[in-house]
């Protein structure tokens, strides 16, 4: 039985467009295989063709441990956004969508995201200048990875077939 963090984890990459709705295909097609009884999700992911469909499978997964997948995607896109993959934008969407779709994540990652919203939409007014919320959003996310390497659980990262790949590819590449 796969762990289902790892499904959490999965439906959070999907939301933030680290994976294709095609890789979770072809991912649940490879845990078919790799299991005798392989569990319904399994099946239900390997036949959903769309992100919304997919969605709607991992999204009954017990949102208890969001909050804990959500930090670990955040690993994942702190990494992209110091390899200059991502923007200070691009990541701040990409948290409030998780946000938007999560029911479980901690009171601080709430109003740190909440916050960041509001900070992206003054800076671009024109309001408030740039840096200073580059610099609080490095600080969040590093945060969250030094939670994370201090933590019994510093290996969860690599639960994610597709987190561990790309951060491969990524060290990999030297970036």
């Known amino acids: 039985m796969l762990n289902q963090l ?9 939301l933030c467009s680290i994976v294709s709705p095609e890789q979770v295909v072809s991912w649940a097609d490879d845990q078919i295989l790799a299991y005798d ?7 239900d992911l390997c036949v959903a063709k769309s992100e919304e469909k ?31 993959l991502l923007d200070f934008f691009e990541v701040a969407n990409k948290l409030l ?24 939409c003054l800076i671009t007014e024109g309001i408030k200048e740039l840096e ?7 600080e969040f996310l590093a945060g969250i990875v030094e939670k994370h390497n201090k933590s019994k659980h510093a290996d969860l990262v690599k639960l994610s ?6 951060s491969r590819h990524l060290h990999q590449a030297g970036v």
């Open 54 to 84: 997919q969605l709607k499978i991992l999204g009954n997964i017990d949102a208890s441990l969001e909050n804990e997948a959500f930090e670990l995607v955040a690993i994942e896109l702190l990494k992209r956004y110091e390899s200059g």
């Open 97 to 120: 969508v998780i946000h938007y779709h999560s029911s479980k994540l901690s009171p601080d990652s709430i109003d740190f995201i909440i916050w960041l919203d509001d900070e992206a």
């Open 37 to 43: 009884e392989p569990e319904e999700d399994l099946l």
């Open 161 to 166: 077939p597709f987190l561990f790949q790309k």
């Open 132 to 138: 200073p919320a580059k610099r609080n959003l490095h």
């Open 6 to 14: 790892i499904y959490k984890i999965i439906e959070f990459e999907l």
